[in-house]
Each structure stands twice: as C-alpha cells, then as structure tokens.
C-alpha cells in the first residue's frame, strides 16, 4: 500500500520559516515526479514546487526566492523548505508523486497558517 505522509505544518508569523516533509512508503520517490501543491480556502489547489529527474526544479512564481524543494533517496522523503513566509502563503500543503496516470499519489495534506 502506498502513502505519502505529509509534516511539518503549523502556524507561523510573517517572516517566519517551516519546513514540510513528505515520507513515502510503498514506492521510492527517485522514480517519481515529485510536487508539493496548495489549497487555500475557496482557490483551486496549486503546484507551488517540483522536482523531477536529475534534481530539475520548478517553482510557481510568487514563492520564488523563498521555497526549495529537496529530496533526500536514502530517507525516500521530499522536502518543501518555507522562508519569508506571507500570509498569502496560509493553506493546505499537500505531497504529490506521479510517474503515470495510473500510478499517481497524493498525501492527506499539512496546514499551514501564516498570521501574526
């Protein structure tokens, strides 16, 4: 059975740091596309960060400068580090794994709150 177990989340003031973390069981992630995506209340979720084969990364413009996102294969778990947090940034942060349509995963998600 396959889990992707998200952490890390929490309330934070503006400015402040988290780091997420998504450890899977069931799949090696060094096989996957890896994302990290948002919800905030009422929006459509969002990839926010992604990692793929070789290290390449992406990042949704707005967190530019301010998120990375790692891997680390030997704890098969991806991380979203979070720094200058804004408001803005307030939403469910949820760990995505895909390598086919078929063979796609989600987390049950980390809230994150950003509010002084």
């Known amino acids: 059975q396959v889990q992707l177990v998200e952490s890390g989340g929490g309330l934070v003031q503006p400015g402040g740091s988290l780091r997420l973390s998504c450890a899977a069981s069931g799949i090696i992630l060094s096989n996957y596309a890896m994302g990290w995506y948002r919800q905030a209340p009422g929006k459509q979720r969002e990839l926010v960060a992604g990692i793929f084969s070789g290290a390449k990364t992406n990042y949704l413009d707005s967190v530019k400068g301010r998120f990375t996102i790692t891997r680390d294969n030997a704890k098969n778990t991806v991380y979203l580090q979070m720094n200058s947090l804004k408001p803005e940034d307030t939403a469910v942060y949820y760990c995505?794994?895909?390598?086919?349509?078929?063979?796609?995963?989600w987390g049950q998600g980390t809230q994150v709150t950003v509010s002084s």
């Open positions: 995505h794994a895909w390598r086919s349509s078929r063979d796609d995963y």
